[in-house]
């Protein structure tokens, strides 16, 4: 599995910004993909995660109703659309993939950088 992650950048609070992460290597029928994040000092945390079959979804408290998930099975892609940023949602976004049987995300993309100004 390969998940290559784009869409970082420097925006300021209050902005909106997408992410992608382009899915290969295998089919992601039975697969979770999902987002996670480190900011600075941290651990990395949970994010939001999207099921590649039926579309369900899982958010952070942090990120309710402010970030959605979403994936386009014909580009193999994993979205990460962000709006009404904070500046403490400054930190490293990775994609990751699991099998739906497996409790760890154990396929992992590189990280994008996103930082948010105030």
């Known amino acids: 599995v390969q998940l290559q992650a784009s869409g970082g950048g420097l925006v300021q609070a209050g902005d909106s910004l997408r992410l992608s992460c382009a899915a290969s290597g295998r089919t992601f029928t039975n697969y979770i993909m999902g987002w996670f994040r480190q900011a600075p000092g941290k651990e990395r945390e949970f994010v939001a995660s999207?099921?590649?079959?039926?579309?369900?979804?899982n958010y952070a408290d942090s990120v309710k109703g402010r970030f959605t998930i979403s994936r386009d099975k014909a580009k193999n892609t994993v979205y990460l659309q962000m709006n009404s940023l904070k500046t403490e949602d400054t930190a490293v976004y990775y994609c990751?993939?699991?099998?739906?049987?497996?409790?760890?995300?154990?396929?992992w993309g590189q990280g994008t950088l996103v930082t948010v100004s105030s």
């Open positions: 999207v099921r590649w079959s039926g579309g369900s979804t």
């Open positions: 990751a993939a699991k099998f739906l049987t497996i409790a760890e995300f154990d396929f």
